[in-house]
């Protein structure tokens, strides 16, 4: 597994869902760097009058080190990078409880272990 930090973060305005993909060991500067890039696709999608849903590849990340996970915590209370239905994947069991551990206080995500399930989660009527 390739430990070197990258993300990529890829915006679809005709469904209002932005996808992100992680991967590697992350630092604080590639926490920051990627709130700024969640912040801009949030922002292009709200300016269309929709509230975003994410989809999220986490099968490339590592397990995060507490400062990084401390700092991914205090981001996500920030309405400025929210969407209004998260669904994240991974096939490695660390990196999933890690993740669900970080998100336990937002209703909003739920994990899968393909991206095709997640898919079908994040586009299906609401409350199901």
């Known amino acids: 597994m390739d430990t070197h930090p990258t993300f990529r973060v890829t915006v679809d305005m005709d469904r209002g869902c932005f996808e992100t993909a992680m991967q590697g060991f992350w630092t604080l500067e590639t926490l920051a760097d990627f709130r700024r890039a969640l912040e801009d696709a949030v922002a292009r999608i709200r300016a269309t009058g929709r509230e975003p849903v994410s989809l999220c590849d986490?099968?490339?990340a590592m397990v995060q080190s507490q400062e990084v996970v401390a700092g991914f915590i205090a981001m996500m209370a920030d309405p400025a990078v929210r969407s209004r239905r998260v669904a994240v994947y991974t096939g490695a069991a660390l990196t999933r409880l890690q993740a669900e551990r970080a998100n336990r206080?937002?209703?909003?995500?739920?994990y899968f272990e393909d991206r095709d399930a997640a898919l079908a989660w994040?586009?299906?009527?609401?409350g199901a």
């Open 58 to 60: 986490y099968s490339g």
């Open 105 to 110: 206080d937002h209703a909003e995500f739920r």
């Open 122 to 126: 994040l586009f299906s009527p609401e």
